[in-house]
């Protein structure tokens, strides 16, 4: 697609629920990254795949936390038992080549856990 | 991992004003960019700018990558200018982009 896809844009979750959320890279996009924003913060790294592979998850929070990428396109964001603190936008990103280059953000999913 | 800081934090402008934002990073980069997120969230790409100096209309930006830092110029500011701009760094590898806490920027007419 012409630019980086998530969805839903709006989520609103009780707390304990399971959520999923999507991101579709720009076509051909080797690298793709998940950042959580908290209100007033910058974004911050969750984790990072290249093609099918996830080769840092150093940034997830919790084992709540879960991401996939099993054809190396689409990837989701899987978030178990949400709690408050897990409210955030979370914005994700691709980028043409494995190692550098430039990065290219979708519009975010604003989750909100009550 | 690398550490990035942006200065002045908060920025108030009157319409028609120029200014500077600052970037400083902790290690050699081999890729630095600027955002601009505007009111929506939405994180607009302005600058992919690892060294040199570049332009595009009223906003330039400058890396000197040997002295760890790098500028972004607003000229001519104008309302739709307001909103978060933030530098993020990344070092070498296959390391994450690191984003620095942002500068608001509230441009009044």
């Known amino acids: 697609g012409a630019g980086v896809s998530q969805s839903p844009r709006y989520k609103v979750a009780k707390r304990g629920q399971d959520v999923a959320l999507r991101c579709d890279p720009i076509s051909g996009h080797v690298s793709l990254f998940w950042y959580q924003q908290a209100l007033g913060q910058g974004p911050e790294f969750l984790t990072y795949?290249?093609?099918?592979?996830?080769?840092?998850k150093s940034g997830l929070p919790s084992d709540r936390f879960f991401a996939e990428r099993p054809e190396g396109s689409v990837s989701t964001l899987k978030i178990q038992r949400t709690q408050q603190e897990d409210s955030a936008v979370y914005l994700c990103?691709?980028?043409?080549?494995?190692?550098?280059?430039?990065?290219?953000f979708g519009e975010g999913s604003r989750l909100t856990v009550l | 991992g690398i550490q990035v800081e942006q200065s002045p934090p908060d920025l108030i402008l009157q319409e028609g004003a120029n200014s500077t934002l600052r970037c400083n990073f902790s290690?050699?980069?081999?890729?630095l960019q600027w955002f601009h997120q505007n009111p929506w969230g939405q994180l607009i790409n302005l600058f992919y700018i690892p060294s040199g100096t570049k332009q595009n209309g009223r906003l330039s930006a400058t890396t000197v990558a040997t002295e760890r830092y790098s500028l972004l110029y607003i000229s001519s500011s104008q309302t739709t200018d307001s909103g978060v701009y933030f530098c993020?760094?990344?070092?070498?590898?296959?390391?994450?982009?690191?984003f620095g806490k942002g500068t608001r920027l509230s441009v009044i007419a």
């Open positions: 990103a691709s980028r043409l080549t494995g190692v550098t280059g430039e990065l290219f």
């Open positions: 795949f290249q093609n099918e592979a996830q080769l840092d």
């Open positions: 993020a760094a990344h070092s070498t590898g296959n390391t994450p982009l690191v």
């Open positions: 290690d050699s980069v081999n890729n």
